[in-house]
């Protein structure tokens, strides 16, 4: 097979559904090389390592033929980053992948001025290969481009670290994502405050990421959430695992998605899932198997739902067994057949 290289955001350091897709590749491709696009420290580091991305792939470039780019790239200005090293690539004979992560990339093209949108155009209809992460969005790309060859790949998953640890006096929620608008952050807390005296002393919301931490940390001070809201901060590794290990369901009421490898975690966790029906999220969450979904912004819906589940618990948490059986085809062995079938048909 041709040299794998891989371009993307810093996995070892970065944050974020994309790093933890390009960690989890380096284990099942350790052959592969490795090129850091971001260093997710400030806006210099990053144009400095940015730079160095360039010099480096072009090096590999000019020394090697029969190569692989498998660009992992999103929307705005990561998609500008990558547009520059596609082009780099064009002028050599190798093969490009473009693999599109992006949870708003419909919105980014929409609202693109017209060059821009010539520019989206022509990476992905010119890449030897474009990977998305549902059939929402094949369908999306189908309709509004003219890829080569397009596929989708779902997003890998770790195998589990599963340890018996649900000891919960309280109905345990757990959110993981950046703490923002999108993510359906503020509509959660207006449910909670809402349905305070309801859930105080039935459930609990563990609360970790990163981003608008301040207003978050200020909203449960000024409502007096302490003992319905516990911020844990940006979890990862064991910490993340111990968490999975100790909740009884996941919640992430998003307005835009891809496919988030936090629900594909949870799942593999035995988790029930309470999420919006957005991007592949209704892919893996079906209602009444393994979660229930919502439209994104619908705060009666969300808040029906929270006291539902507090007062189903045992049903609820049953749905929990579907999502391991249903999380399998994205383990890193299933997600490796398939990249490496689809780089042997290009």
Known sequence: MNK???????????????????????????????????????KISNLIQFLICISKLSFLLIRNSNLIIHIHGSSYHSFFR????????KRFSCKIVYHIHGGEFNVFYAKSSKRVKRY?????????????????????FLENFNPKRIDVVPNIVPYPNLKVNKLNNLFK?????????????????????????????????????????NRLQELILKNDLNSL?????????????NYLNSVNAYILPSYNEGLPISILEAMSYGLPILSTNVGGIPEVVKENANGYLINPGDKKALSDKILYIIEKQKEFEFLGKNSMKMVEPYLPKNVKNILNNLYNNI
């Not at 990558?82 to 690539?89: G, L, S, V």
């Not at 989206?120 to 999306?140: G, P, R, T, Y």
């Not at 923002?180 to 459930?203: A, H, M, Q, Y």
């Not at 809201?229 to 695992?241: A, H, L, M």
């Open 82 to 89: 990558k547009y520059i090293i596609y082009k780099i690539c």
């Open 229 to 241: 809201i516990e911020y844990i901060g940006w979890v990862s590794d064991d910490i993340k695992i």
């Open 173 to 213: 929620f757990l959110f993981l994502g950046h703490i923002s608008e999108n993510k359906g952050i503020w509509l959660l807390l207006d449910v909670i405050i809402e349905n305070k005296k309801k859930l105080l002393g039935k459930c609990k919301f563990l609360i970790g990421g990163n981003g608008e931490v």
């Open 120 to 140: 989206i155009e022509d990476f992905i209809n010119n890449a030897d290969q474009v990977i998305c992460l549902s059939k929402e969005w094949e369908i999306f």
């Open 4 to 42: 794998i290289v891989f371009i993307g955001v810093d996995y070892k350091k970065g944050k974020g559904g994309v790093a933890s897709v390009l960690f989890q590749y380096s284990k099942i491709f350790p052959e592969a090389i490795f090129i850091k696009s971001t260093s997710s420290v400030n």
